[in-house]
């Protein structure tokens, strides 16, 4: 048996605006950008937008979708940012084999002779690259924390 949901969906469309700056710096060229930018009506539209995402849910016909007592989670990959990638690190110790499934993450190996990062992926990066910081416990286990976006992990001992 069917039941009815109203359900909010939305796409980014892209707007465009071309500004050129002067700065002694990366960061106050950008900063600079911005403000000139938002402070023209030079935005023209692109000719392309971002996938159609679900914003909100609910159950019932011609309901509000934003109401905080009946909206129903989303399942990632209907989000904006969908599912986040899967990480498999395998092997005793530091990980003998890395794979990375559904988008790019950073990986930090910290130890007593220091820290290596990387960026491992499986396609071009994306929105949700995520900080994923491996070290070592003192019983020998790892101890893996994600910052800066989300991602799944998997630790296989071979």
Avoid at 90 to 111: K, Q, Y
Avoid at 132 to 151: C, M, S, W, Y
């Amino acid at each position: 048996m069917t039941r009815p949901f109203t359900v909010q969906c939305t796409y980014a469309g892209y707007w465009a605006h071309i500004v050129t700056v002067e700065a002694k710096t990366l960061d106050a060229a950008l900063a600079q950008a911005i403000e000139t930018a938002n402070a023209s009506d030079a935005w023209r539209a692109l000719d392309h937008c971002g996938p159609t995402f679900v914003d909100a849910v609910v159950e019932g016909a011609d309901a509000d979708p934003w109401d905080p007592e009946a909206a129903l989670p989303i399942p990632d990959r209907f989000t904006e940012r969908g599912a986040p990638p899967v990480v498999t690190l395998a092997g005793p110790g530091r990980p003998g084999r890395i794979e990375v499934a559904g988008g790019a993450v950073r990986l930090r190996f910290v130890d007593a002779a220091g820290t290596v990062t990387t960026e491992v992926s499986d396609s071009a990066p994306a929105d949700n690259t995520p900080v994923i910081t491996v070290r070592r416990r003192a019983d020998g286990r790892p101890d893996v924390t994600v910052t800066e976006g989300r991602a799944r992990i998997r630790i296989l001992d071979d």
